[in-house]
């Protein structure tokens, strides 16, 4: 996984030559001085997304916060519910608009930093990954004291939101094997991470940013990668995503997320809601 690099150069030598030569700016190369002149930034964000947006708060409000602070303009967020594909998502919230009538917004957080997303995607600029995420197992270290394996699971009980890719994975884990342990009741991990913590089962699996939210600290827990072949160890990135021609946009948000991570606030509002920062 990587992210498209924005020449800021190649960018101001364009507008240099379009102002000498009296041309008028194309409606993407002024989209940052609309949003100033609005005195708005329009951020899109997943509804019921923990630890990242949960009623308005968590880890992708405060970095939207930030980004607002930075370009001088208030935040206004545009929560939506997740469509089928990352394709449509970027289509509602960036490139078009949504057919009931809303969006697109200036920008789309949690956008996974993918090249065949990018390649599929000519409408948008997908960059500016600010954080890499993975699928773990979290488990209750007195009941489940080693897990190098599945297998070592036994028989105990894992809660598992089963609609997400966590639950895809364990769910398909060696061809449906471990099935029969699987509560998959939970709509997303913090629940399954709750879950746990709560004594109701003796692992967890969801998203690393879900279970260290409940379970970060806790030394009763341990939270490792979930140990099958098919689970991507490294994780993705995710980043942020605009319409192509918002070069100026693109341009600005870059170098406000840039400074958050330079300055130590990214890992802060990381730590604020109990996740471990992890480098993009």
């Given at each position: 996984m990587n992210h498209k690099n924005l020449s800021r150069r190649d960018c101001l030598r364009w507008l240099g030559v379009a102002s000498l030569a009296g041309a008028s700016l194309p409606s993407g190369a002024a989209s940052l001085a609309r949003?100033?002149?609005?005195?708005?930034?329009?951020?899109?964000?997943?509804?019921?997304?923990?630890?990242?947006?949960?009623?308005?708060?968590?880890?992708?409000?405060?970095?939207?916060?930030?980004?607002?602070?930075?370009?001088?303009?208030?935040?206004?967020?545009?929560?939506?519910?997740?469509?089928?594909?990352?394709?449509?998502?970027?289509?509602?919230?960036?490139?078009?608009?949504?057919?009931?009538?809303?969006?697109?917004?200036?920008?789309?957080?949690?956008?996974?930093?993918?090249?065949?997303?990018?390649?599929?995607?000519?409408?948008?600029?997908?960059?500016?990954?600010?954080?890499?995420?993975?699928?773990?197992?979290?488990?209750?270290?007195?009941?489940?004291?080693?897990?190098?394996?599945?297998?070592?699971?036994?028989?105990?009980?894992?809660a598992v939101p089963g609609q997400t890719l966590a639950g895809w994975l364990m769910i398909g884990a060696e061809g449906g094997a471990y099935r029969n342990l699987l509560n998959t009741q939970w709509k997303d991990g913090a629940e399954a991470a709750r879950a746990l913590q709560r004594g109701e089962v003796a692992a967890a699996a969801g998203l690393a940013s879900e279970m260290e939210s409940v379970l970060r600290g806790d030394a009763r827990f341990a939270i490792a990668p979930i140990p099958s072949p098919r689970a991507q160890r490294n994780g993705w990135a995710v980043g942020l995503a605009v319409k192509k021609d918002a070069t100026d946009l693109a341009q600005a948000l870059q170098a406000g997320v840039n400074d958050l991570v330079s300055s130590g606030r990214m890992r802060e509002m990381f730590d604020g809601a109990n996740v471990a920062w992890q480098t993009p």
């Amino acid at each position: 996984m990587n992210h498209k690099n924005l020449s800021r150069r190649d960018c101001l030598r364009w507008l240099g030559v379009a102002s000498l030569a009296g041309a008028s700016l194309p409606s993407g190369a002024a989209s940052l001085a609309r949003i100033r002149e609005r005195g708005t930034l329009i951020v899109a964000l997943y509804k019921d997304m923990p630890p990242f947006h949960v009623a308005g708060k968590g880890i992708d409000v405060a970095i939207a916060q930030a980004l607002a602070d930075s370009l001088g303009v208030k935040l206004s967020m545009l929560p939506f519910s997740a469509d089928e594909n990352m394709g449509d998502d970027l289509r509602n919230m960036v490139w078009r608009g949504h057919y009931l009538g809303f969006g697109p917004a200036d920008v789309l957080m949690h956008v996974p930093v993918d090249k065949p997303l990018i390649d599929d995607t000519p409408q948008a600029n997908i960059f500016a990954p600010y954080y890499r995420e993975r699928v773990v197992l979290a488990r209750q270290l007195d009941r489940l004291p080693q897990l190098d394996t599945l297998s070592a699971l036994g028989d105990a009980k894992v809660a598992v939101p089963g609609q997400t890719l966590a639950g895809w994975l364990m769910i398909g884990a060696e061809g449906g094997a471990y099935r029969n342990l699987l509560n998959t009741q939970w709509k997303d991990g913090a629940e399954a991470a709750r879950a746990l913590q709560r004594g109701e089962v003796a692992a967890a699996a969801g998203l690393a940013s879900e279970m260290e939210s409940v379970l970060r600290g806790d030394a009763r827990f341990a939270i490792a990668p979930i140990p099958s072949p098919r689970a991507q160890r490294n994780g993705w990135a995710v980043g942020l995503a605009v319409k192509k021609d918002a070069t100026d946009l693109a341009q600005a948000l870059q170098a406000g997320v840039n400074d958050l991570v330079s300055s130590g606030r990214m890992r802060e509002m990381f730590d604020g809601a109990n996740v471990a920062w992890q480098t993009p």
